[in-house]
């Protein structure tokens, strides 16, 4: 079975622009969650979707945004980018019951200068 | 918000030593999930746990869902250099609107010396 797959897995932005990023869960998974980790705040929780609709969303400004799809792919933007928005942003994937464990992709890795 | 501490925050041991760490929270949790990260990739689950006072081993590695819910400690045995890595432990509220949020700790810096 495949695992959760994110592209791109690297890439490389200016101060002022805007990026999308995207995850196609496991087959079978209908919840994908985004974190953004950093070196020095760890591992946030940006949102989660379920079902195309957002059911969970931590504590990011409104540059941050997602959606997911029918097929459960789920995309994330983050507009008028800054520097601080360098990190690593990981998808996760769950089949969206209460407590489900949560499989991650590697990641994309995303540098603003 | 919720908090969770995890320490040692690294470790720096030998082959074939025993390894411990731990994870305590603010509030009460109903999840705890134990992850390993290598370099440039995303965490890998190791160990769920759903219920106070459990204990689940994985091959060498244990962890165990404290009994005031609000901890939880995972060990490694004889410990071999692809132990190296970041370990996370994560949290979770039950229901409410917390399906996929997970808090996480800060992780724990592992470095295993052949």
């Known amino acids: 079975k495949a695992g959760v797959t994110q592209t791109p897995r690297y890439l490389i932005k200016t101060r002022g622009q805007q990026v999308t990023l995207s995850c196609s869960p496991i087959s079978g998974h209908r919840s994908v969650s985004w974190y953004q980790q950093t070196p020095g705040q760890g591992l946030q929780f940006l949102f989660e979707y379920f079902s195309e609709t957002q059911r969970n969303k931590g504590n990011f400004p409104g540059r941050f945004s997602g959606r997911q799809f029918s097929n459960s792919r789920s995309e994330m933007n983050v507009s008028t980018l800054e520097l601080g928005d360098s990190a690593l942003y990981l998808c996760?994937?769950?089949?969206?019951?209460?407590?489900?464990?949560?499989?991650f992709g590697e990641g994309s890795r995303l540098t603003v200068l | 918000g919720q908090q969770l501490n995890q320490s040692p925050q690294s470790m720096f041991i030998q082959e074939g030593e025993d390894v411990s760490m731990n994870c305590t929270s603010s509030s009460i949790f109903n999840t705890w999930l134990w992850y390993k990260q290598d370099p440039g990739e995303g965490p890998v689950l190791l160990i769920a746990?759903?219920?106070?006072?459990e204990l689940t081993s994985n091959g060498r590695l244990t962890a165990q869902f404290g009994i005031t819910r609000k901890d939880s400690f995972l060990n490694i045995s004889a410990s071999i250099p692809s132990d190296v890595g970041i370990y996370f432990c994560?949290?979770?509220?039950?229901?409410?609107?917390?399906?996929?949020?997970?808090?996480f700790g800060q992780g724990t810096i592992l470095t295993v010396h052949p």
């Open positions: 746990l759903y219920k106070a006072g």
């Open positions: 994560a949290g979770r509220n039950a229901g409410g609107t917390s399906y996929g949020k997970l808090t």
């Open positions: 996760a994937s769950s089949l969206g019951q209460i407590g489900g464990e949560l499989f």
